[in-house]
């Protein structure tokens, strides 16, 4: 059975007795197989499962995949993106939410949007910052550190 699985390269299988949860990943694994229109071909990309779309983004408006699923979140309402190990936490006026993508993938992917890096673990939207000094910057209630090396960048928001 293994070798024919590896021949026909499928894009997912079951196994009896299979569960819901094992049907969902199926069913997401053949659909991301299909919208890359790779038939049958197994590169090494297919294979390791990677690059999985995590964000997208339409407009001023971000879409994150929670669950399954694609939620809009308005670009505006982002209050800052905090970053641990492989994921992102982000920070929004509505709730947070967990992202397993890496912060300089979301800067790469948010480009041209009010969003700006402050430091190696946090970027802010410019528009949420209430108050700000040459260390640390005050959105709501949290209060972020400004490193060194972003400062600059920071600073060039406001002509600076």
């Known amino acids: 059975m293994r070798k024919i699985l590896k021949e026909t390269c499928p894009a997912a299988f079951l196994v009896k007795p299979y569960h819901i949860s094992n ?4 069913v997401e694994l053949a659909l991301e ?29 971000l879409f994150v995949k929670l669950n399954n699923r694609f939620v809009k979140i308005g670009l505006s309402s982002i209050l800052y993106l905090a970053a641990e190990s492989n994921y992102v936490h982000l920070i929004t006026t ?18 041209g949007s009010r969003l700006v890096r402050i430091h190696r673990s946090y970027a802010i939207n410019v528009d949420a910052i209430q108050s700000f000094t040459e260390q ?24 600076g």
Do not use: H
């Open 136 to 159: 640390e910057v005050r959105i709501g209630k949290e209060v972020l550190p400004i490193g060194r090396s972003y400062k600059e960048d920071f600073m060039q928001q406001f002509g």
């Open 23 to 26: 049907v969902l990943v199926a």
């Open 33 to 61: 197989g299909f919208a890359k229109q790779q038939p049958n071909t197994c590169d090494a990309s297919r294979a390791a499962g990677t690059d999985r779309e995590q964000l997208l983004l339409w407009k001023d408006q």
């Open 94 to 111: 509505e709730g947070k939410y967990p992202l397993r993508i890496g912060l300089n993938q979301f800067m790469e992917k948010t480009v």
